[in-house]
């Protein structure tokens, strides 16, 4: 599975960006999706994960009702963003792997994809 992010950039706190994921790969839908984002320094966070079906949904406590996370048949993984915050700046990574239950460990993830940066101005 490959993996690649776009939909980065600057935006103003308060604002809204989408991050897209386009997978390539014949079993895609064997797989549970995350999103995780790092900052220089820091270890990679868990921010939202679907599951290989796209029935259940998990976030990180903080930010739950600001994120949404999709998939579609088409390959693609979503992570829409508003109400974002300059704490919510880091480069985010898509990352696919076997199904588990939503897991904020990035050891459970197999694939990465290159990551996309997300700037929040204050």
């Known amino acids: 599975v490959q993996l690649v992010e776009s939909g980065g950039g600057l935006v103003q706190a308060g604002g809204s960006l989408t991050l897209s994921c386009a997978a390539s790969?014949?079993?895609?839908?064997?797989?549970?999706m995350g999103w995780f984002r790092q900052v220089s320094g820091k270890e990679r966070e868990f921010v939202a994960g679907?599951?290989?079906?796209?029935?259940?949904t998990y976030y990180t406590d903080s930010v739950k009702g600001r994120f949404t996370i999709s998939r579609d048949n088409a390959k693609m993984v979503y992570l829409q963003m508003k109400v974002l915050k300059p704490e919510d700046t880091a480069v985010y990574y898509c990352?696919?792997?076997?199904?588990?239950?939503?897991?904020?460990?990035?050891?459970?993830?197999?694939?990465w994809g290159q990551g996309t940066q997300v700037t929040v101005s204050a």
């Open positions: 790969g014949r079993t895609f839908n064997r797989y549970a």
């Open positions: 990352a696919a792997g076997a199904p588990n239950n939503g897991s904020p460990d990035p050891g459970r993830y197999a694939y």
């Open positions: 679907i599951s290989s079906g796209g029935a259940s």
